[in-house]
């Protein structure tokens, strides 16, 4: 199994501003993802980082509005950016130590005002 | 990645069993079938993992039949604190995790 932090738990940000959140993981992993859920809806991936490359992002998302960098085997940060009230979202990261398994991270839950 | 489906809302009781039925009648040769539980406010948790016939833990069951075209998650014994929504999903090593809509599990006293 793996442990994540997440960092902030929550926020509040106003329409323009950006948002930044961490996730620590315990141990060295190679994949990390970023997953949006809405609220009341189910989860949604909106990347794949890799150490040392760029992040694969799905359909709908890309890197100018949710920036990702992956320093190191384990850590990433998400930016959500130009933020609009339609980002509101809880934001969680997650690790596939073993490819069919993955281990969630507790979410950041963002409010754009 | 398999096409799965799964009832969107259960109903039970403190005490009882539940049985979570999910279909993927596309399921590949490779693929394993896993669910997660979510809870209000917290990422998915996994719960179990399976290929064929019977797996369990000490939190579930997962029953897969000889065809695997389907699953079926069992709790046993609900509490209250079961009350999350449940995801099956169905995938090899080489696809990416994308979640469906999972079944909201509402336990009543």
Known sequence: SAVISQKPSRD????????????????????MFWYRQQPGQSLTLIATANQGSEATY????????????????????LT?????????????CSVAPHQETQYFGPGTRLLVL | ??????????????????????SHNNIATNDY???????PSQGPRFI??????????????????????????SLPRVSLSDT???????????????????TRLHILP
């Open chain 1, 12 to 31: 509040i940000c106003q329409r323009g501003t950006s948002l930044t959140i961490q996730c620590q993981v315990d141990s060295q992993v190679t994949m």
């Open chain 1, 58 to 77: 799905e359909s709908g998302f890309v890197i100018d509005k949710f920036p990702i960098s992956r320093p190191n085997l384990t850590f990433s940060t």
């Open chain 2, 84 to 102: 999350a929504v449940y995801y099956c999903l169905v995938l090899n090593r080489d696809d990416k995790i994308i979640f469906g809509k999972g």
């Open chain 2, 33 to 39: 079938i896993t669910w997660y539980q979510q809870f």
């Open chain 1, 80 to 92: 959500v950016s130009n933020l609009s009230p339609e980002d509101s979202s809880i934001y969680l």
């Open chain 2, 48 to 73: 179990i993992q399976g290929y064929k016939t019977k797996v369990t833990n000490e939190v579930a069951s997962l029953f897969i039949p000889a065809d695997r075209k389907s699953s079926t998650l």
């Open chain 2, 1 to 22: 990645l398999a096409k799965t489906t799964q009832p969107i809302s259960m109903d039970s009781y403190e005490g009882q069993e539940v049985n979570i039925t999910c």
